[in-house]
């Protein structure tokens, strides 16, 4: 009989390794305590506008094509992946912006127009990009790091590189323009780090997008988790949904199964998690069990920021706005140091406003526009939120209508929100946090949450919070290690593979 594997939670996380698992030749249960597939992709839908939750940036979509390959299909049979162009708009405090996007030749005359003493930097920088890419992507992103020795033989490539600077030490040695500065080193926010305590590994994200571009599902990130549902459904992998779990069963230091809020039990060989770490392991493994994981522990960790997203429909449309719009406020290290450090974020604010019906006018009612905007605030460490939620709220619309969306108020249909209560409600996210734990160098590949456990066989972990870390690319690689770690832990299934 084939072992048993139960993959909790149905992140991009969770069914990639579900996948990754059935074509391994293991029977795949997966069960997810929502309605719906996709953790934080999930969708909302409201009088005819379709809103995407949470990630709306795919960039390196052969790691979604390679899903579909596993079992000899093609992602084209099942989801139409558009190309996005530009793939953000920066818009900066003293009026001017910046067209981010297409060839490198476009963002150099973009770059021109803004300072042209900085189009030669920006090619230092990309080329650095590359480099620090081939090493913290190509060569680490799929490979576990539950050995100190493994990241210990990493360190001295990564030296070379200089990756000891942070994301925002690395710009600002290649870009003289403070706007430039901020439209390069933003970033760190797109996987829970601020950039200027963030390591410059991360800088790999410039030539990431370089390589691949930014992409957008037709239908929306929904329609691409719903083709992959389809895929599960297809190879035989059972999905239940509004199953919570309660528990993970230990017996002599090893998975044997999960508890559910029932009261009933579900046996496994294998465990795979693709929700948060810190949540799972102060709530579903008992504190006595634990050696490595202690609550003490887990409360000491730092977190990344929490989230503020307002949903919106507008009754017209807003043809001038792009896809993806990042607005800077007057103010950048003080406003994330605030944030980070747990204080009122105040009423200078930055911005990220996705637009989806620039690509995909089917996404709202004929005439319509749908919206989210999202802006980085404290997570729930802070504990004022609900004192200073309605102003966030207002501030945020107020930024929008006064310098993206005129007249926004008058014309909206539809408005709702989601903020880090939602997270740690919905995502059981701890704090609240939107991307677990901060993507700090001590919190970093084997120092992060391991992708298998230390103290429990056959238990392993996918998702943000783990090696390699948060962003949709992340999420996918950390799939791919837990594969890696099952040919080896399980040599067995070596000829199914």
């Known amino acids: 009989m084939s072992k048993q594997v139960v993959v909790i939670g149905s992140g991009f996380g969770g069914i990639a390794s579900a996948l990754r698992a059935r074509k391994m030749g293991f029977d795949v249960t997966l069960v997810e305590r929502l309605q719906q597939l996709g953790g934080r ?87 650095h990009s590359e480099k620090i890419f081939n090493v913290g992507f190509t060569q680490l992103a799929h490979v576990p790091f539950n050995s100190l020795w493994f990241m210990l033989k990493q360190v001295p490539a990564l030296i070379r590189l ?49 390589r691949w571009g930014v992409h957008y599902p037709r239908g929306g990130t929904g329609a691409l988790v719903q083709a992959l549902g389809k895929l599960m459904t297809e190879v035989g992998i059972k999905v239940h949904f509004e199953t919570e779990v309660k528990g993970i069963q230990i017996e002599a230091d090893s998975v044997t199964g999960i508890t559910l809020a029932d ?37 000491r960790l730092k977190y990344s920021m929490g989230l503020y997203v307002l949903y919106f429909g507008t009754r017209k449309k807003y043809e001038d ?39 995909d006018p089917n996404l709202a009612p004929e005439g319509k526009d749908t919206f989210y905007v999202l802006a980085p605030v404290p997570n729930l460490q802070r504990r004022d939120w609900d004192e200073v939620k309605a102003q966030v ?79 949709v690319p992340g999420v996918l690689s950390s799939a791919k290690v837990v594969e890696n770690l099952l040919l080896q832990d399980h040599p067995d299934v070596k000829d199914k593979k």
């Open 321 to 359: 706005v792009e896809h993806h719009t990042i607005v800077f406020g007057d103010e950048y290290q003080a406003l994330l140091q605030r944030i980070f450090d747990g204080e009122k974020a105040g009423d200078d604010l930055s911005l990220y406003l996705h637009r989806p019906t620039a690509t």
């Open 263 to 299: 009261g009933s039990s579900l046996p496994a060989d294998i465990v795979i998690c693709n929700g948060d770490p810190a949540h799972t392991y102060k709530n579903l493994i008992a504190e006595r069990l634990r050696k490595k994981w202690t609550d003490r522990r887990i409360d």
């Open 393 to 471: 709220k207002e501030r945020v619309l107020d930024i929008l209508e006064e310098r993206i969306l005129p007249d926004l108020r008058e014309n909206l249909e539809v408005c709702f929100d989601f903020d880090p209560k939602d997270f740690q409600a919905q995502y059981q996210s701890q704090w609240g946090a939107g991307f677990s734990i901060a993507p700090i160098f001590s919190q970093s590949a084997f120092f992060r949450f391991h992708n298998r456990a230390e103290d429990f066989a056959n238990l392993y972990f996918v998702g943000a919070g783990t090696h390699p870390g948060a962003g």
């Open 41 to 127: 992709a999930q969708t909302f839908q409201q009088q005819g506008f379709i809103f995407d939750a949470g990630p709306t940036v795919i960039t390196a979509p052969f790691l979604f094509e390679e899903l579909f390959e596993l079992f000899d299909r093609n992602i084209v049979d099942y989801i139409e992946m558009m190309p996005v162009t530009p793939w953000y708009r920066y818009e900066f405090n003293d009026g001017s912006h910046l067209n981010y996007g297409g060839s490198v030749d476009d963002t150099l005359a973009e770059i021109r127009r803004i300072n042209p003493e900085d189009a030669e930097g920006y090619k230092k920088l990309l080329a």
């Open 162 to 210: 200089r990756c000891y600077r942070t994301v925002w030490q690395f710009t600002k040695s290649y870009l003289k323009d403070d706007r430039l500065r901020r439209a390069f080193s933003i970033q760190p926010l797109l996987v829970g780090g601020n950039p200027f305590s963030t390591t410059s590994i991360y800088s790999l994200i410039h030539y990431l997008e370089r």
